[in-house]
């Protein structure tokens, strides 16, 4: 799809709230930067500065059915799914108005009723529950497909070419998504693998693979738009490599040390946000004036996320035992 025509692709509407949604992440993500400084997110956190592009473009290839898994990196995955910032950020405050009512924190998020199957402390750890979720998506003749991200780091791990290749052999409706931004906590690309390419390594196992500016809106959900069509239609699975960069360090504690400033500010001159800003106001879909509103309307919701989670209670003690598996280990 050209430049020229991508923006008349979509309703004008749709467009509008993903450039919005697109704020919401970064807003979301820099207020949640500063209340974990400030020692009101317990736990850790990763944030995705930089990556909205792939969460929202992504996403919007989806059909509201369809599944998602996510990474460590999960709040922009988690936003562009089930757009709720209030019970977000009351997980994350380990509240029980939360998602999970409070027990999951940044790294094992989950909303399954909008379909988004979690986020996952270990690297790689969510791609074979993709698999997982694709395999009884197909044994049920739903029809759905799954989003799973992961990073470049992920690639290395085993599991990685497990799942990949038990997808494509049994032709899985699953897209694997790769926000490859360049590093693997502080080691780049280039240092971690021989062959540098994600996507020439996993067309080793068969699959088709497509490689994508990932700070471009309009080339991420054209090439998501395509994988998912192959994969609804039972023609197995596609990965995708997408080019990105993270604007923050690998967690808060990361200065960056690894990084110049230089490789820092070429990228921030590629920032997702400004680029589809500056596309929507060339093809006359925005002004300055609707942007400065969506980022008012951006920041107050936001700040409205915070006041709930602020002001929801902590989970009850006597419930500590819900959600857990019943039974008793009985072995040696």
């Known amino acids: 799809m050209s430049q020229a025509h991508a923006e008349t692709t979509y309703a004008q509407d749709e467009l509008i709230a993903h450039y919005r949604l697109m704020l919401l992440i970064r807003r979301f993500e820099e207020t949640l930067s500063d209340l974990f400084g400030r020692g009101e997110i317990p736990g850790t956190a990763h944030f995705c500065m930089g990556q909205e592009a792939c969460a929202v473009g992504a996403v919007a290839a989806l059909r509201p059915d369809d599944l998602v898994t996510s990474n460590h990196r999960g709040h922009g995955h988690a936003l562009a799914k089930t757009r709720d910032p209030k019970r977000l950020m009351a997980e994350l405050m380990g509240k029980a108005t939360g998602f999970c009512g409070g027990r999951s924190g940044s790294q094992h998020l989950c909303c399954i009723d909008k379909g988004f199957l979690g986020s996952n402390g270990i690297t790689g750890g969510m791609v074979p529950i993709a698999v997982g979720a694709a395999l009884s998506q197909k044994l049920l003749g739903t029809g759905r497909i799954v989003l799973s991200f992961f990073g470049d780091g992920a690639t290395g791990q085993g599991v990685f070419h497990e799942a990949v290749n038990m997808a494509a052999v049994w032709r899985l409706p699953v897209v694997f998504f790769c926000e490859n931004n360049g590093y693997a906590m502080s080691l780049p690309v280039e240092k ?86 500056e596309r929507l106001q060339a093809a006359g879909l925005l002004d300055a004036d609707a942007g400065k509103r969506l980022a008012d309307e951006v920041q107050a919701e936001v700040a409205e996320a915070v006041a709930f989670a602020r002001s929801s209670p902590l989970p009850d003690p006597a419930t500590v035992q819900e959600f857990l598996l019943s039974g008793s280990y009985s072995g040696d």
């Open 192 to 277: 971690a693998f021989r062959e540098p390419s994600v996507a020439r390594r996993a067309a080793a196992h068969g699959l088709p693979t497509a490689t994508v500016d990932g700070m471009d809106y309009f080339a991420v959900r054209q090439a998501v738009e395509d994988a998912v069509a192959q994969a609804r239609r039972g023609d197995g699975p596609v990965l995708i490599e997408a080019f990105t960069y993270r604007f923050c360090g690998h967690s808060k504690s990361d200065e960056c040390a690894y990084r110049s400033r230089e490789e820092e500010s070429c990228w921030r001159e590629r920032d997702p946000i400004v680029l589809m800003g």
